[in-house]
């Protein structure tokens, strides 16, 4: 629902938020970086935080769109990574990576497995959201 409507419409470094019809629980996702898998799908990494009157609670994952639906294909909690672009609309989403290294590389590992070639470029990635990446 929340995540396939996100991947769907969303730039890789933009937010998209939702609140909860109460106002108390609010919902960031922001996808990371966009490539192919070895069958031609479409896969976005991704950051998703929660917010809830008891904390925050924040994961990173990727999906692969498979029938029309994002699909996740992993997914772990993690520190925030991706602080520095939310909320700054000066902020040069273009310079933005995701985090690698030890904390990650689990994860990182998976991407690898399922990434062939480069990803994709913010052109590239501009013409999939517009064609509702068919």
Known sequence: PLLNEALETTASGALFARQDQQGGV??????LLTFRDANSRYCREFESTLQAPDGQQVSYGVACRERGVWQPQALMARPLIASTLR????ADHSQYAPA???EVAGFDTVIQQLMVGQPLSP???AAGLKRGWR
């Open 26 to 31: 609010e919902r960031e996702i922001m996808p």
């Open 123 to 125: 052109e590239e990635e």
């Open 87 to 90: 909320g700054d609309p000066t």
């Open 100 to 102: 690698m290294g030890s």
